[in-house]
């Protein structure tokens, strides 16, 4: 089956940009969400299609995919940033999530 | 405005049981989809299955065949999911999200629902 792996942890000082990753098998050739969930809350969508951003997602947060590895970047991080981040792509019809990132603003 | 209204939290026995709610309105419910998610305790996203509310075809993850079952009810834009023969480790909270594909899986997730805990203890 297929699946997707990302950083348990990523941190980040206010300001600065975060990176967070996602890798599979020729993931470049799939299209890739990325959700962000913070605690105690439902999964929000923050990138689709890659590189899209849903109404009312900040210009801050962009998504770029290529080879076997997505990448979701936050620009200038913000202490409400701080949540989990998942990526989630499809393989034959079948949805599958990575691991999900911790991303940390201190 | 969008919104995906599920039903009240569940506690059940191994083997039992459960059916959830999701209540969708704000929106034509038949040019989506409705895929399912769950979270265990501290852990993160699993997908569970889609269904088409255009024309009830479904699509199960592997791990779920046989066990789960997903409906919709048009008349009043609702979707179920059931999964039978339950275990401890079904424990989770189970979230619906509307899926940009009518017809097939998209795959994107533009609004959940606030997620149904299932507690399965004996």
Known sequence: SYELTQPPSVSVSPGQTASITCSGDKLGNKYVCWYQQKPGQSPVLVVYEDTKRPSGIPERFSGSNSGNTATLTISGTQAMDEADYYCQSWDTSTVVFGGGTKLTVL | ?122
């Not at chain 2, 459960?18 to 501290?42: D, L, N």
């Not at chain 2, 409906?71 to 979707?79: G, I, P």
């Open chain 2, 1 to 122: 405005q969008v919104q995906l209204v599920q039903s009240g939290a569940e506690v059940k026995k191994p083997g039992a049981s459960v059916k959830v709610s999701c209540r969708a309105s704000g929106y034509t419910f038949t040019t989506y989809g409705i895929s399912w998610v769950r979270q265990a305790p501290g852990q993160g996203l699993e997908w569970l299955g889609w269904i088409s509310s255009y024309n009830g075809n479904t699509k199960y993850a592997q791990k779920y065949h046989g066990r789960v079952t997903m409906t919709t009810d048009t008349s009043t834009s609702t979707a179920y999911m059931e999964l039978r023969s339950l275990r401890s480790d079904d424990t989770a909270v189970y979230y619906c999200a509307r899926d940009g594909g009518a017809l097939a899986v998209a795959g994107d997730f533009d609004y959940w629902g606030q997620g149904t805990l299932v507690t399965v203890s004996s």
